[in-house]
């Protein structure tokens, strides 16, 4: 089945600096991608959609300027946390649809950072 | 908006117990709707799905019936195992096209032997 690689599947980092999540559709093109986030016991939160070639759409009350993505092609997704904080500190999934509107999602594994 | 809610966990059974997974929606139109599991260590993973009213999503041994008239869409396994043992989520999805999954808060079942 289709498969999608998200690394990586854990970091920590320092306070203040950037970390960038990558996100890849490796059998199939992801025209669709949405980026999720899981705080403890919580849901996973959509935090954006992103088309391929096209701005981010960014769910309310997440911040565009600190959560950066860039969907670049067809096969690759990047979300950048810039300054990290510790409230930045999730799980971070990513999911991707290729195809039509109503094809099946296909969930990355997770990242799972961790800001000191 | 739409949103899903599902039952508090952990859920803890022991083998071959009966499991059932509540779940309710709130959505506008026709959503379609679905289970999620995530076992330990791995990516999330569709369990099962149902797109319209009445129709019943089933995988391993796994049962869900869109429920219209209750907005539900409640999991129920007649006998577990071990390897059931994950976090399972129930999600919706509108009936428009390229609209993102919803998800509830996920539960956690743990089964022993």
């Known amino acids: 089945g289709a498969v999608v690689s998200q690394h990586p599947s854990w970091v920590i980092c320092k306070s203040g600096t950037s970390v960038k999540i990558e996100c890849r559709s490796l059998?199939?093109?992801?025209?669709?991608m949405f980026w999720y986030r899981q705080f403890p016991k919580q849901s996973l939160m959509l935090m954006a959609t992103s088309n391929e070639g096209s701005k981010a759409t960014y769910e309310q009350g997440v911040e565009k300027d600190k959560f950066l993505i860039n969907h670049a092609s067809l096969t690759l997704s990047t979300l950048t946390v810039t300054s990290a904080h510790p409230e930045d500190s999730s799980f971070y999934i990513c999911s991707a649809r290729g195809g039509q509107g109503n094809s099946p999602l296909h969930f990355g594994n997770g990242t799972r950072l961790t800001v000191t | 908006g739409d949103s899903v809610t599902q039952m508090e966990g952990p859920v803890t059974l022991s083998e071959e117990a009966f499991l059932t997974i509540n779940c309710t929606y709130t959505?506008?139109?026709?959503?379609?709707l679905f289970w999620y599991v995530q076992y330990p260590g791995e990516g999330l993973q569709l369990l099962l799905k149902?797109?319209?009213?009445?129709d019943k999503g089933s995988n391993k041994g796994f049962e869900a019936t869109y429920r219209k008239e209750t907005t539900s869409f409640h999991l129920e396994k007649g006998s577990v195992q071990v390897s059931d043992s994950a976090v399972y989520f129930c999600?919706?999805?509108?009936?428009?096209?390229?609209?993102?999954?919803?998800f509830g808060k996920g539960t956690t079942l743990s089964v022993s032997s």
């Open positions: 059998d199939f093109q992801a025209t669709t």
């Open positions: 149902a797109t319209k009213a009445d």
């Open positions: 959505a506008t139109g026709y959503p379609s």
């Open positions: 999600a919706l999805k509108g009936n428009q096209a390229g609209t993102a999954l919803i």
